[in-house]
């Protein structure tokens, strides 16, 4: 019964809904005079295509989140710049991070920060300030992205540009409270697909701003879960008036594969692979002591300002690197580059370390540059270190003649350490034989330095040192009584190292021996047994720094010594 009720009863309402309509047409197709006089004419609104906004919509949906960012009119020099990017239907588990770079052929690199939250569309991020070093009236480029939870780019935005000037007005300061949801300072390079972070804020710190002040958090950002990585450093800094760790560039080649691990410590092992190039980033906190490579215990956090940590590898086409190299060589006074070569049982990630611990304690100004080559870094690797040593060396010799022609260097030192003089050495006699083909041809290389060198001391003297002479303004060689180190290595090849004195001193024209067995007497020299004095002892350090800067021994504080009738040179004690 219900069914046929309804059957009748549907299309006699339908039946009363016609009659209305169509008395209402009458009514509205009558003229307007004949309804009321006085009444304008009145045009009625559009109505919406309800088809077509369904489509736009579903077309909207399809097409994914969308982001745009509010432009900047420009930067002030010395000030934040505030971004803010629109994301229109933000999915769950995203965030934004605004990318920007200095239009510059020397910074072609962007980098990001990332934003927070303002309300559901709305989302800030702080550039950091720009500097006022040799930016003025110079452009950024800038975008936003939007990325899910593992760091995939979903969309980004239009590619805008800011100039950075004096006359810019002043940048509007974070509101009061809003600070503490925003990421201030140091920024990461992109290296594509980032890995994933979290924040941890620690603190509070208050700034003044046009005579205004304001609270910011002090945040750690995490490589989960691994290196912090202290975002606010610049602006916690500015506050309790002291910097509590530097970054140290480093430009690098090595012929080590690469890997797909995203930790900087693992980018790099010991398989080989073939010459690559780049630049990493290595913290050299502000408590640092000369000789010191301060590091994180077995289970320790590593903290930048308690440890030198390896913060960032980027690997980077030749082009790249050498435009990168050569404006860091133009902005220093000297125009210098100094390379680094590794020994035995080293990794890459304490290449950098050292090299940037170096680089440090010289006070060097110039372009620090290491050259890492496949170590096994344990012990028991020594036969295949000794293998790939000899294989890195037309790489190396590449890496360096890339350096030579291409960094516009006036000057390039040259620093070996251990198993790695074995690969200069040689490179150096390529060297040598290419320069007796063209007479006249100037040294390509300022200052040589071989560091308990693990070469056999018989070859080194009578076949590598005469021929090596005419490809550098000096060679040195630092020696010591009490590397034990050495002292293996001769009981494994039968005959005494070029860096070991325990058999006598090694004396040969145009090498500057020194001898270095005073200052090797340290708990920490006997624990890496007396190999790594060249960066260890504060007094030999101290010479190094004095050699770079192109004193001669006699000028150094050295002690001349002579054996059978022959000059060579000995670093006093710091007792002496």
Known sequence: MTTNRSKHFLPAQMMGGIVIGCVLALTLSAPVSAQNPQRLPQSRPAQPDLQQLRVERRLQEEAGPQITVEPLECLPLGENGVVAAQVRRQPATTHVRVYFRRVNPGHPEFYYVKAHAVDNEKQRALLPRPSDTGVRQEPVEYYAALFDHQGRELVRSTLSTAQVTTECPKGTPPVPGEGLNLTIGETTPFQGQAPPFHFECTGIVTREYSGRLFQDAVCREYFVPFVPRLQSAMLRSQAIGSALFRDVT???????????????????????????????????????????????????????????????????????????????????????????????????????????????????????????????????????????????????????????????????????????????????????????????????????????????????????????????????????????????????????????????????????????????????????????????????????????????????????????????????????
Not at 279 to 300: K, N
Not at 416 to 437: D, K, P, Q
Not at 479 to 495: F, I
């Open 250 to 576: 480093i430009f690098y080649g090595t012929d080590r594969r690469r890997t797909e691990n995203i930790r900087p410590a693992e980018v790099y092992l010991g398989d080989r692979g073939t010459l690559e190039v780049g630049t990493c980033v290595v913290t050299i906190p502000a408590s640092h002591q000369v000789g010191e490579l301060e590091s994180a215990g077995t289970f320790e956090r590593p903290d930048p300002e308690k440890h030198i940590i390896l913060l960032t590898v980027t690997p980077q086409t030749e082009a790249t690197f050498t435009t990168g190299l050569a404006a860091r060589v133009a902005a220093d006074e000297a125009h210098e580059v100094l390379v680094f070569i590794h020994g035995y049982n080293v990794s890459f990630e304490d290449a950098a370390r050292r090299t940037a611990q170096m680089a440090s304690d010289l006070e060097f100004k110039g372009a620090p540059v290491m050259y890492s080559w496949p170590s096994q870094a344990s012990l028991g690797g020594y036969p295949v270190d000794e293998a790939n040593i000899r294989w890195t060396v037309p790489h190396l010799q590449e890496f360096l003649q890339l350096i030579v022609e291409r960094s516009g260097a006036a000057k390039v030192h040259l620093v070996a350490h251990s198993m790695g003089n074995r690969a200069i050495t040689e490179v150096l006699l390529r060297y040598a034989t290419a320069a007796n083909l063209t007479p006249g041809a100037s040294p390509q290389f300022n200052q040589v330095v071989l560091v308990a060198p693990d070469v056999d001391a018989d070859v080194f003297k009578d076949e590598i040192a005469p021929k090596i002479r005419s490809v550098s303004d000096r060679i040195s060689l630092y020696a010591s009584n009490n590397d034990n180190a050495l002292k293996v290595s001769k009981g494994v090849h039968g005959y005494p190292r070029a860096g070991d004195l325990s058999s006598g001193i090694l004396i040969t024209d145009g090498v500057e021996t020194i001898d270095a067995s005073n200052v090797d007497t340290s708990l920490l020299a006997a624990i890496s047994l007396g190999h790594s004095y060249f960066a260890e002892q504060a007094t030999v350090i101290a010479d190094l720094k004095m050699l770079l800067e192109g004193l001669a021994p006699e000028n150094r504080g050295l002690a001349e010594r002579q054996d059978e009738g022959k000059t060579y040179w000995e670093v006093l004690s710091g007792e002496e």
